[in-house]
């Protein structure tokens, strides 16, 4: 019975550390938040928030691409990975 509490807590652990990198990904990496932003005015706490990481330039639309994408693949594998283990814990 230890083992399966044990084995259970393990999943249950790695379902919430996949699914909070997946929710930090989607606020730190994907660039589309700063673009939709862009002309609003906002307060201190989320114009540094905003203001932050690396500005891919408006026109360069294949950058702002490629920024949007990658992030949606790894987002997609780690939600993907939660879903397994919440299968395998229900079952186990």
Do not use: C
């Amino acid at each position: 019975m230890f083992q399966t509490l044990q084995t259970l807590t393990i999943l249950l652990a790695s379902i919430g550390m996949a699914l909070s990198l997946a929710h930090a990904i989607y606020w730190v990496v994907t660039p589309v938040n700063k673009v939709w932003l862009k002309d609003e005015k906002l307060d201190r706490a989320g114009g540094s928030f905003f203001a932050a990481g690396s500005a891919a330039a408006e026109s360069d639309w294949k950058v702002l691409r490629d920024r949007w994408e990658w992030p949606h693949v790894a987002r997609a594998v780690l939600e993907m990975l939660s879903l397994v283990a919440l299968v395998v814990a229900a079952v186990f």
